[in-house]
Nanobody, 123 residues
Framework: QVQLVESGGGLVQAGGSLRLSCVAS????????MGWFRQSPGKEREFVGV????????QYADSVKGRFTLSRDNSVETVYLQMTSLKPEDTAVYYC????????????????WGQGTQVTVSS
């Protein structure tokens, strides 16, 4: 069983930056693609980005492309989501998720989820 714990959320002004972390435990981390999703009040959870197990390949939602960057350090079983130029519409609970599939964008392909961390961007 893979356990995922996110951290790094908080309150930031528009235009600011935050870095989210997700620490994994329980299985071979480097074999898992790690994705980030977010959910705003009243909205469905949406895909943000995914990074391959090797960290060589990333994919992002159009809404965050150029502003958010995924990275991972397999030696400490951690994936990072660096968020810059934040906008009020980025306000959401952010979840990391793990999958044995190659770069999935659909949340149904992720069997492992963290509990989420709140990001609030003020205008």
């Amino acid at each position: 069983q893979v356990q995922l714990v996110e951290s790094g959320g908080g309150l930031v002004q528009a235009g600011g930056s935050l870095r989210l972390s997700c620490v994994a435990s329980g299985r071979t981390f480097s074999t898992y693609a790690m994705g980030w999703f977010r959910q705003s009040p009243g909205k469905e959870r949406e895909f943000v980005g995914v990074i391959s197990g090797s960290a060589l390949v990333t994919q992002y939602a159009d809404s965050v492309k150029g502003r958010f960057t995924l990275s991972r350090d397999n030696s400490v079983e951690t994936v990072y989501l660096q968020m810059t130029s934040l906008k009020p519409e980025d306000t959401a609970v952010y979840y990391c998720a793990g999958s044995g599939r190659l770069l999935p964008v659909n949340e149904s392909n992720y069997p492992h989820w963290g509990q989420g961390t709140q990001v609030t961007v003020s205008s």
